[in-house]
């Protein structure tokens, strides 16, 4: 039986710092730090050796520019598509989303995303649709979003092997969802660094999920190697 694994992506520096309650809220990755921390990812993903069959073949990202133009990258490598999944949206919070005179930030279109990135998958359909009452939630609601994000995108894949990028509360979600405990109390999730990635792999679509490995950096340059900007949901934070 082949087994199937999944990748949980953050992306490495941006262009702009985000500030909470500030922004910017959709800014790309850096020109320079950015893209070698995302080419890190990608070769780290792409080249590995541990098993070969757990390398991905369906790539899904966030709509926003930094989460969409990493998983580019990390695409390119797996000479693979984008699939940009709204259910991987941003955290619906004020703060990662609301700047100060109260405009709030949306990210591109499918259609925008496309003309920047070649290689986005303009056929796919997102799993989970963010509409207005969504927002604000909460940490329970964002790990149910998470969770439905999840079924949809294993179901598109259809038992292959998928890589997700996405943003430090999304993915950090998605690892507790895998994780299968009964509460965010027993969890044994930290926090998640820039260019951390998590994999996650299970014997069959029925079977539990194993955590592999969490926020590892080692394919990471310089200073992020050791892990830098470390986030987490509060209810992970202990």
């Known amino acids: 039986m082949t087994k199937q694994y999944a990748w949980l992506i953050r992306y490495g520096k941006t262009e ?53 133009h990493t998983a580019s990258i990390l695409a390119t490598s797996l000479k693979s598509v984008v699939n940009v999944e709204d259910g991987l949206y941003e955290y619906l919070i004020p703060s990662l989303l609301v700047d100060r005179s109260g405009v709030r930030t949306f990210p591109r279109t499918v259609e925008q995303l496309k003309e920047l990135f070649e290689n986005v998958n303009d056929n796919y359909q997102s799993c989970v649709e963010i509409t207005p009452e969504m927002f604000p939630e909460d940490e329970m609601k964002l790990i149910e979003r998470c969770r439905n994000t999840l079924d949809g995108i294993l179901k ?6 998928v890589a997700i990028v996405a943003h430090a509360p999304c993915v950090q979600a998605l690892a507790f969802v895998m994780e299968g405990v009964a ?11 820039l260019g951390g990635i998590t994999r996650f792999s299970r014997d069959g679509e029925e079977d539990a999920w194993t955590m592999d490995f969490y926020g590892v950096t080692n394919h990471m340059p310089g200073e992020y190697e ?12 202990k």
């Open 16 to 68: 702009f710092p985000l500030v909470e309650s500030d922004g910017p809220f959709d800014s790309d990755i850096d020109p320079t730090d950015g893209i070698s921390h995302a080419e890190a990812i990608a070769k780290a993903i792409a080249s590995s050796p541990s098993p070969l069959d757990s390398i991905p073949q369906n790539v899904y990202a966030s709509p926003f520019l930094r989460t969409t």
């Open 156 to 161: 598109h894949a259809q038992g292959g092997n």
């Open 183 to 193: 509460s965010t109390d027993e969890s044994k999730l930290q926090k998640w660094p």
């Open 226 to 237: 050791k892990g830098a900007g470390l986030w987490s949901l509060p209810c992970f934070d």
